[in-house]
């Protein structure tokens, strides 16, 4: 194999693998602290803090989301949720950009991002462990 193609399948993977990690823990907080989750509504998104159980209702859709991503399944449909999931969070945040100095962590949402925006720019390249992939590499040839 072409070392340029598999060292674009290794990054790709790695960035899906690590966009993965942290859509995770933010999935697994609305199960573990579904206050947390209220509080980022109402802080980030303006919105009234919902009560418990529509966080896990959000929780699973994500975790599911998440799942697909991962695993590189309806890489259209599931890189374009997460993309959009971690847009709108990186953007609900623009206060926190105006103290930077203040607000240092929330500026590794902006890699994130691009990491975001390069798997679905590159999603059709995304094979390595993708489960499309392998489901295109199985489908006969005409």
């Not at 009234?48 to 959000?58: C, I, K, W």
């Not at 925006?117 to 590499?137: E, G, K, N, P, W």
């Amino acid at each position: 194999m072409n070392p340029t193609i598999r060292n674009l399948d290794l990054s790709l993977l790695l960035l899906r693998l690590g966009v993965g990690l942290v859509m995770s823990m933010w999935t697994a907080d609305k199960f573990i602290n579904p206050a947390h989750s209220g509080a980022v509504l109402e802080n980030f998104y303006g919105l009234p803090a919902l009560g418990p159980g529509v966080f896990v209702v959000l929780g699973v859709v994500q975790a599911l989301i998440v799942l697909l991503f991962v695993t590189g399944t309806l890489r259209g449909f599931s890189y374009a949720a997460v993309l959009l999931m971690h847009g709108a969070s990186t953007l609900s945040s623009w206060k926190q950009y105006l103290d930077g100095f203040d607000n240092l962590l929330f500026f590794a949402a902006w890699p994130m991002l691009a990491a975001c925006i390069t798997l679905f720019l590159l999603r059709t390249h995304d094979r390595l462990l993708s489960v499309d992939a392998m489901r295109q590499s199985r489908k006969p040839t005409a």
